[in-house]
């Protein structure tokens, strides 16, 4: 072999292609194969080889080098990726009896009594990612982020050796492959035993050890911690040559992605339950932790069918395991009170290990759920943990009750700001009336106005906020974006006189003040959907947010509509009911939430929403009804199609309606719709505007 300093650069290009196909080749043999075709030394002789040449002519390091695989540049924030096709979550069912309803309502909705195939998938508790391929070669990897935007983990992602770079033969032009990024057990046991001898922080479970390797700016890091991967779906692609989940997984399986073994074809309940019941048993022992099962149609042209709710799609489901438990006692019970002010009653624990993570307290919901379990503190209990919930108490053990067990009083006034805690007729939960006056109250209002899913400031922390609001810094959303200001005082940041200079305080200098400002800068705009969660409106979680943001399109229509009490459009949103509404427009009836929104808007802007996910149809935005049988696809399936381009689909014919689709046998609304004029489409004709 030629020394490195000999070579040409036609012969190191050659050589460095030479390098990165058969360490790739070693990689699937290693790792999919169980079955190494080059030695340690071999590998790591390859791996050196290529280093030098790199280092002497980096202009050729290729984008499937694998000197990737050992982690790159230090970033100081991640890039933000947007996703094509969202990252959906699945619902949750917890009984064969749940998956039973869910196969029937798949075959409802189909208007079928035939058999359908269901794939079986371990549900591997980890993270998902999304791998995108152009013309074969790997460009761009993200996290699930929100589901609409996840962030860029490319550099990261490239240290897994078990995901491909470069995937050869018949492969789409534009393919994204998604799966889970997970940390073995063997690996997180190993990573926790040597924080531990180095005094760090360990992980509570694998996942958040995976989560926090994955979600790291320096990819060195991840790339020393080891993390696995399974494929198991896909984003945009060009072609999708496969009809079935099987076959697609036969496809990951050639193109050299890693596919869980444990997948299953089912095709009845029966071998569903057995396949649980088998899996349940295999689980501890597993190299992996699971949580359940995923049930998907096999079929692909039914999946198109069945499409998708606002965040899981019709064809997927869940199967939970069910909750792991343990002994503990009631060491003490105390209220927190919430960012809508609800009295919350929190038991603190003795430390107990619940399937693998130490819970130390557990939530007790409301008052009437402590007489109904008859909780008492000094108790010993059973606590359950089920995935990321905050663990519950099941039930008391009476028998092993002290005589000196202390019933818990609920408390009538706030415990933090001492004003009325009143519960309304037919609610469970209790309410401090203190409002924003109420520092628990503002709190964790602001508290939820900078976490992950609202504007997502990562250097305001709890503590941080709680501090800042208790010191007077911040008192309210607004003030953050004019801390920056206040800070300098209008004079020179080192100077004496007025200003905050935060950089004076204990624990803080002038970089962390720096990057304190950067991080509250770079969120002066916002998307819509994230700015209308921000606000922590009682009910409006971001899903419900998304789903605002969709119907209104910018922040001026909604509040404008709101503070007029103008709920029509409101109400008329799949997905919106009575008491939402309720909350919603009182939200905007309160002089000091306006306050903060009007304060807001003069320090930051909102973007306007655009519908990434739906094509504009001629059916967007229209009134549409339907009466009479549907031939090719049920009334629900056609209900959902519309929706999803963006209609709204109403029960009876009026003036409003756009258009009325009319199936075989129609009776009287087809004819009010001829009396009115309405434009009357046949089933052939709605399919084909659906389409278009
Ligand atoms: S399919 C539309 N398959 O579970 C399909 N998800 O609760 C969406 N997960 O975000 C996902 N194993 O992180 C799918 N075999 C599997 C999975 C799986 C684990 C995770 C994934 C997803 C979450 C949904």
């Not at 103008?566 to 997905?575: A, C, M, P, Q, Y």
Request: hydrophobic share 40%.
């Amino acid at each position: 072999m030629k020394r490195v300093e000999e070579l040409s650069k036609e012969e190191a290009a050659t050589e460095l292609k030479h390098i990165a196909e058969e360490m790739a080749k070693s990689d699937i043999a290693y790792y999919q194969d169980d079955d190494p075709y080059l030695t340690d030394s071999q590998y790591d002789s390859l791996k050196t080889r290529n280093q030098q040449i790199e280092a002497r002519f980096p202009e050729l390091i290729r984008s499937d080098s694998p000197s990737h695989r050992i982690g790159a540049t230090i970033k100081s924030e991640f890039g933000k990726v947007a996703h094509r096709f969202p990252m959906l979550s699945l619902g949750d069912v917890f009984s064969i009896d749940e998956v039973d309803d869910f196969v029937m309502t798949v075959k409802r909705f189909l208007n079928t009594a035939e058999n359908i195939d269901f794939m079986a998938e371990p549900k591997i508790d980890g993270l998902s990612f999304s791998a995108r391929y152009e013309h074969g070669r790997f460009v761009q990897g993200a996290t699930r982020g929100d589901g609409t935007t996840g962030e860029d983990i490319t550099a990261n992602l490239k240290t897994i050796r078990q995901l491909p770079l470069v995937i050869q033969g018949n492969v789409p032009d534009i393919l994204e492959i998604r799966g889970e990024v997970y940390m073995s057990k063997a690996d997180f046991f190993a990573l926790n035993k040597k924080y531990e001898a180095e005094g760090k922080k360990t992980f509570a479970n694998p996942r958040n050890a995976a989560a926090g390797s994955l979600r790291q700016l320096d990819s060195k890091i991840t790339a020393e911690r080891n993390l696995s991967l399974f494929a198991y779906t896909w984003g945009e692609v060009s072609q999708r040559p496969w009809h079935t989940q099987q076959e697609f997984f036969e496809y990951l399986k050639k193109w050299g992605f890693p596919t869980n073994p444990l997948n299953t074809l089912c095709h009845s309940l029966q071998e569903i339950e057995n396949n649980f019941k088998n899996l349940m048993e295999k689980r501890a022992s597993l190299p992996y932790d699971i949580d359940g099962i995923v049930y998907k149609v096999n079929d692909i042209a039914l999946q198109e069918r069945l499409g998708f709710l606002t965040r899981t799609p019709r064809w997927a489901i869940a199967h939970k395991f069910p909750a792991e438990q343990a002994l503990t006692t009631i060491k003490n019970i105390r209220i927190q009170v919430g960012r809508t002010g609800a009295l919350t009653p929190v038991a603190d624990l003795e430390p107990v290990n619940v399937g693998g993570v130490i819970v130390s307290h557990a939530t007790l919901h409301n008052e009437d759920e402590i007489k109904r379990k008859n909780i008492r503190i000094g108790d010993t209990v059973v606590i359950q943990r089920a995935g990321d919930v905050i663990p519950q108490v099941v039930q008391v053990i009476t028998e092993k009750r002290l005589a000196d067990s202390q019933e818990f009083i609920f408390p009538q006034t706030c415990p933090i700001c001492g004003a009325h805690a009143i519960r309304e007729e037919d609610e469970a939960v209790r309410r401090c009336t203190g409002g924003l006056t109420c520092p628990a109250q503002a709190i964790e209002r602001i508290i939820h106005f900078v976490s992950k899913d609202a504007f997502d400031i990562a250097g305001l922390g709890e503590k941080i906020v709680e501090d800042f609001y208790k010191e007077n810094i911040i008192k309210n959303p607004a003030e953050i974006f004019t801390l920056e200001e206040r800070n300098h005082g209008g004079e020179d940041l080192f100077s004496a006189g007025q200003g905050l200079h935060l950089e004076r305080k204990e624990g803080w200098g002038k970089k962390s003040v720096e990057n304190l400002f950067k991080a509250i800068n770079e969120k002066r705009t916002i998307s819509l959907p994230r700015f209308i969660y921000a606000l922590g409106i009682r009910q409006i979680g971001s899903a419900t947010a998304l789903l605002l943001a969709k119907n209104y399109g910018n922040f001026t229509a909604l509040q404008n509509d709101m503070i007029q009490k103008e709920t029509g459009k409101l109400v008329s949103i799949d997905g919106i009911g009575a008491s939402m509404a309720t909350d919603i427009v009182e939200f905007f009836q309160e002089e000091h939430n306006l306050k903060i929104i009007n304060d807001l808007l003069q320090q930051i802007s909102i973007e306007e929403y655009v519908d990434t996910t739906n094509y504009a149809s001629p059916l967007t935005g229209k009134t549409i009804v339907f009466t009479g049988t549907l031939e090719q696809m049920t009334r629900s399936e056609a209900k959902a199609k519309a929706q999803n381009l963006g209609a709204k689909v109403a029960g009876s014919v009026s003036k409003l309606t756009d258009f009325v689709i009319v199936g075989a046998d129609a009776g009287s609304k087809a004819k009010k719709a001829q009396e009115l004029g309405i434009t009357i489409l046949s089933e052939a004709e709605f399919l084909e505007m659906a389409n278009l």
